[in-house]
């Protein structure tokens, strides 16, 4: 009798990590969000299925088809944001590349991240609230035109002014682009975790939120607990509580600004002169 490995080639074996990664990848995008109860319910109404197909019953196997039909038409929809999340992670190649963080835990403190970092605890001193955005790879543009456009250098003095109670600026999160503010009062998207949400506030869910539908790093300085934590990933780190470890983690976090990022980048360079071509004015270097 044969062996049945004899029937197994290269091609099948391939065939089937590049299938076992690929479920792993969309187990993990909707890992924490309603999606999971929407496809369990989906797998229910696939098993009835198969139960009233074995046992020929044909009204009930049918309702169930129509059901699946309407299912598939709306999975789109429903899973909107875990797909676009995807389709933005494939396009930055967060699923195909290698992060290079060699080359980046050797370079200095970063002037923007110490200004972030100094402002946090000023904000806490000050018993205020903050929201600060800092761009990666994934554009922010679409949320920084809900807020107000500012393009302007970053200091400590214009965040704490920004942040005041009586601004009227201060009810939203400020987007630091390139090392400058670029917007403030912007509109986040809330985080679809239920799990962890319940318990948090606004900011901390809109930092959630951001950080699940792409790859920026969002500063919350949350106003009642005066706690500093760090949104990542659609994860939530433990408050930092020290000046020196709160700059360090959003160097180990953050890029490099993307005019030091290698020439060889297609995709960052294809963005660039995307953005030259719609005339949008370039960064100046502070």
């Not at 009930?60 to 929809?77: E, Y």
């Amino acid at each position: 009798m044969p062996s049945a490995l004899g029937y197994v080639g290269i091609t099948d074996v391939v065939d089937i990590i590049a299938t076992s990664i690929l479920i792993y990848y969309v187990f993990v995008l909707i890992r924490g969000t309603r999606a999971v109860q929407i496809l369990i319910g989906i797998l229910v109404l696939v098993a009835l299925l198969g139960i009233a197909t074995l046992l020929h019953l044909t009204l009930l196997g049918t309702i169930l088809r129509l059901l699946l039909v309407g299912a598939a038409v709306t999975i789109p929809i429903v899973f909107q944001p875990e797909l676009r999340r995807a389709l933005e992670q494939i396009g930055r190649g967060g699923f195909l590349r290698w992060e290079r963080n060699g080359s980046e835990a050797g370079r200095g403190e970063d002037r923007t991240i110490v200004i972030l970092a100094h402002t946090a605890f000023l904000l806490v001193r000050n018993h205020r609230g903050g929201l600060i955005v800092i761009e990666q790879q994934s554009g922010l543009k679409d949320y920084c035109e809900s807020g107000t456009m500012l393009h302007a250098d970053i200091t400590e003095e214009l965040l704490l002014t920004i942040f005041a109670p009586d601004s009227p600026l201060h009810d939203g999160a400020v987007v630091i682009r390139e090392g400058r503010i670029e917007a403030a009062a912007c509109f986040l998207p809330l985080s679809e975790q239920s799990r962890v949400t319940s318990r948090l506030g606004s900011r901390h869910r809109a930092a959630l939120g951001l950080s699940e539908q792409t790859d920026a790093v969002v500063l919350v300085v949350s106003e009642q607990t005066g706690a500093i934590t760090i949104a990542r990933a659609g994860l939530l780190s433990r408050p930092v509580d020290e000046e020196q470890r709160l700059v360090k983690m959003l160097l180990a976090v953050t890029r490099p600004p993307r005019q030091r990022r290698r020439r060889g980048d297609l995709i960052a360079h294809l963005r660039s002169r995307l953005r030259t071509q719609r005339g949008e004015p370039a960064s100046r270097v502070s």
